[in-house]
């Protein structure tokens, strides 16, 4: 089945700095999600990407799906966005409609 | 409501018991998922409910696992003689459709098997 990883696994940020987490999957998808688990253990959607970019306040995702990889941007971040980010696929053409997800990338911002 | 739901938010059970997990996804949303997270396994798919289609249940880990769907809303999970390897956080996430597959997921279930 498809495979999906994140890097980097742990990040630890000042506040105010930017960053970029990555996302490679191993085959064509037709849904890449990215969400934000809050320490209280919800999943928030950040952005439905499996194509293109696309923005929102700080946050910016790119999915290039030819080379098989999605980049999550964080600008000027805050405290709040600790926690850890999630990426999870569908596999194009797949029979199932779940989601794999990666293994996620642990942020801690510290103030 | 406008998201979706999952209850009860905690359950602490003792290991052999059986218990049930509720799921309410979102209004008009005909498919829905369930996954589970724990600390070992990370989060994986369990089961999935595309409206009146047989559920796909390959993601389930053993036949103590089984779930069912009322009249295309509401779900229910349910597990048998609980075994400690159970403990875990369980998911539900719905979407409008196969097609229209971006998931929104509940707050979760954390399961605890004494």
């Known amino acids: 089945g498809i495979q999906v990883e994140q890097s980097p696994p742990d990040l630890i940020l000042q506040e105010g700095a930017n960053s970029t987490l990555r996302c490679n999957f191993s085959?064509?998808?037709?849904?890449l999600q990215w969400f934000h688990q809050n320490p209280w253990g919800q999943l928030i959607n950040l952005f439905y990407?499996?194509?293109g970019t696309k923005q929102n306040g700080r946050l910016s995702a790119t999915t290039v799906a030819t080379e098989r990889y999605s980049l999550l941007y964080i600008s000027s971040s805050q405290t709040t966005d600790s926690g850890v980010y999630f990426c999870?696929?569908?596999?194009?053409?797949?029979?199932?409609?779940?989601?794999?997800f990666g293994k996620g990338t642990k942020l801690s911002v510290k103030p | 409501g406008a998201g979706v739901s999952q209850s009860p938010s905690n359950k602490v059970t003792e290991k052999g018991k059986d218990v049930e997990l509720r799921c309410d996804p979102i209004?008009?949303?005909?498919?829905l998922y369930w996954y589970r997270q724990s600390l070992g396994q990370g989060l994986e798919f369990l089961i999935y409910?595309?409206?009146?289609?047989?559920?796909?249940k390959s993601g389930l880990p053993s036949d103590r696992f089984s779930a069912e769907r009322t009249g295309g809303s509401v779900s229910t999970l349910t597990i048998q003689r609980t075994q400690q390897e159970d403990s875990a956080v369980y998911l539900c996430?719905?979407?409008?459709?196969?097609?229209?597959?971006?998931?929104?997921f509940g707050p979760g279930t954390r399961l605890t098997v004494l």
């Open positions: 996430a719905s979407s409008l459709s196969t097609a229209n597959n971006e998931q929104f």
């Open positions: 085959d064509s998808v037709n849904n």
């Open positions: 990407i499996p194509s």
């Open positions: 999870a696929v569908r596999a194009y053409g797949g029979s199932q409609g779940n989601l794999i």
């Open positions: 209004s008009g949303h005909t498919a």
């Open positions: 409910f595309q409206g009146n289609s047989a559920p796909d």
